[in-house]
């Protein structure tokens, strides 16, 4: 019985599923990071915040422009590590054209990913779900919910 005779049983078929996941998942945040989508301003936007993240120095500018009860547009500015700003990229494309109850449902779902509760990620989340690793990294959760932190924000001053 060889080495590589060993290698074919279920549980290390089984990792080596979950190391080619967690790669696609690594190669989209570093999408998003190197062509982040929606960035840039807006020209009057309703809402516009600012969120720093002195830890890791992290800074998101969000802006929200709203038609009624949907998020119209979504943009962003910022800079900062790559978790920062790939999911700030992934809330502007998922969150755009929703309404804010669906925004605040995804915002809840996705919270409770990178804090590691619930069961998993949630399908709603799309791209979004290339972060579930940062809940192993506490360190990393105020990199990864800094632009959240200015949609909760923008949502609750927009009445
Ligand atoms: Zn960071």
């Not at 949630?122 to 579930?132: F, V």
């Amino acid at each position: 019985m060889s080495a590589s005779d060993d290698r074919k049983g279920a549980p290390n078929g089984a990792d080596a599923h979950r190391s080619n996941v967690e790669a696609l998942y690594q190669e989209l945040i570093l999408d998003h990071y190197r062509r982040p989508r929606n960035r840039g301003k807006l020209e009057h936007p309703d809402v516009a915040l600012r969120k720093k993240n002195p830890l890791c120095g992290d800074v998101i500018d969000l802006q929200l422009q709203f038609d009624g009860d949907t998020l119209r547009e979504v943009r962003f500015t910022g800079e900062g590590c790559a978790i920062s700003q790939a999911s700030a990229s992934m809330l502007t494309q998922r969150l755009k054209g929703k309404s804010k109850a669906e925004a605040a449902e995804i915002m809840d779902h996705f919270t409770r990913m990178v804090h590691g509760e619930g069961g998993g990620p949630d399908e709603s989340l799309g791209d979004l779900r290339a972060l579930a690793g940062v809940a192993r990294l506490p360190v990393r959760h105020p990199c990864a919910l800094l632009a959240w932190d200015a949609l909760a924000e923008a949502l609750g001053s927009h009445r």
